[in-house]
């Protein structure tokens, strides 16, 4: 696929998918998924566990993985559409498709939530929206907790 002809708008989203996201995937450094249309990239995404330090996810977290010190998570490290396609639902359509990846992988290892760092207040608006909570007031990083997904009526995603 092209990914040199990729491009979000975001000059760091689409300096990693252009130059490191191959690596990224192959190297399961990360695990990235494309959105394709027609053999085109239209977006992607990449997620990867992560281990939250204890009272930085939520007081429930806090309490649920106090005797391990520390929240088990899949961390949700970009999304990007295709800039001249945005707008017309790919961007949720990859956020359905990442919870539903980390709806898969809890079924075999312990996952708490899905997080992720909103680049800045105008998306953290649009994922609050998505359903996902700040895991601390004033700063950009936030989460979904699973049973929220499940709540939702999502379900794994399957191979
Ligand atoms: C954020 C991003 C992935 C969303 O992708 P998308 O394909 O446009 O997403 P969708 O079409 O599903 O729309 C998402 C929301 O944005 C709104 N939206 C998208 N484009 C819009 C536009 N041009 N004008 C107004 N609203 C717009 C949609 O109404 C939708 O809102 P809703 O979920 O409340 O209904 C995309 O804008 C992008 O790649 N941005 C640059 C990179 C970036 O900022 N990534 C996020 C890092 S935290």
């Known amino acids: 696929m092209d990914r040199a002809a990729f491009c979000c708008g975001e000059p760091e989203l689409d300096a990693f998918f252009r130059v490191h996201a191959l690596d990224h995937h192959e190297g399961h450094k990360a695990r990235v998924t494309v ?6 990239v239209v977006g992607f995404y990449w997620l990867i566990a992560q281990s939250f330090p204890l009272n930085k996810v939520s007081a429930e977290a806090e309490r649920l ?11 949700l490290g970009m999304l990007g559409t295709q800039q001249d396609r945005q707008g017309n639902g790919i961007g949720k359509t990859l956020m359905l498709h990442a919870m539903r990846q980390t709806l898969a992988i809890a079924e075999r290892l312990g996952v ?11 998306r953290a608006r649009q994922y609050e929206r998505w359903g996902f909570k700040y895991c601390v ?21 399957r191979d």
């Open 35 to 40: 959105g394709l249309h027609d053999g085109k």
């Open 65 to 75: 993985f106090a005797h391990l010190g520390a929240t088990p998570c899949g961390y």
């Open 112 to 122: 708490y939530a899905l997080t992720l760092e909103a680049i800045n207040e105008r």
């Open 137 to 157: 007031e004033g700063a950009l990083d936030m989460y979904i907790a699973l049973p929220t997904i499940r709540k939702a009526g999502l379900a794994p995603l």
